[in-house]
Structure formats: C-alpha cells, structure tokens
C-alpha cells in the first residue's frame, strides 16, 4: 500500500504565506519524482512546481518566484512554501509522487488540500 498525506492548507489572506508538505509512505523502491498539483472551480488541474529524484525542479509560470518545492529524502517529503500568495492561488492542491515500484514507474496522488486566499 502506498499513502501519500498532505498538510498544511488553510486560509490566508493576499500576501501571506502557507507551506505545503507531501510525505509518501508505503513499499516502494525510490521515488522518481513529486511534485504539485492545484485545480481552482471551473479550471482543469494543473502543475504547480515538480522536483525529479535528481533534483531538478519546475515551475508554472503564475508562480515563479513566489512558490519554492523542496525535498527531505531521508523523509520521503516535499514541500511548497508559497509566498506572497494571491487570490488566484485559491484552488485544491494534491500532491504527486512517481514511485518505482516492482521494477515500474507508477504514479499516485494524495486527496487534496484546501488553499483558499482570501481578505
């Protein structure tokens, strides 16, 4: 069985800050890449910011500069610390994993977290 848990959502308001963590649990040989995910009402989801096992890292482009993703390897855990959020940040963000597990790459997601921006 392979669980990834999220935390850290909430509510903030325009300019704060929240930090997003992912930790991945389970059997699985090593982790490919993780990454986040957000899907706002009436928009299809979209990546937000990905890091590959050796460490490459990605980002849309609404939240260059403000969004940073992070790893603890020891942990198996990503993180998003976003800044000087913004109202159109607001959406359900879930969190990705590619494990290799029994020799494939398979993907997972956790169920979501609330991120709502709001004064």
């Known amino acids: 069985q392979v669980q990834l848990v999220e935390s850290g959502g909430g509510l903030v308001q325009p300019g704060g800050s929240l930090r997003l963590s992912c930790a991945a649990s389970?059997?699985?040989?090593?982790?490919?890449?993780m990454g986040w995910y957000r899907q706002a009402p009436g928009k299809e989801r979209e990546l937000v910011a990905s890091i590959t096992s050796d460490a490459f890292t990605n980002y849309a482009d609404s939240v260059k500069g403000r969004f940073s993703i992070s790893r603890d390897n020891a942990k198996n855990t990503v993180f998003l610390q976003m800044n000087s959020l913004k109202l159109v940040d607001t959406a359900v963000y879930f969190c990705?994993?590619?494990?290799?597990?029994?020799?494939?790459?398979?993907?997972?997601w956790g169920q979501g977290t609330q991120v709502t921006v709001s004064s």
């Open positions: 990705n994993a590619i494990l290799i597990r029994r020799g494939e790459r398979q993907s997972y």
């Open positions: 389970g059997t699985f040989f090593s982790i490919g890449a």
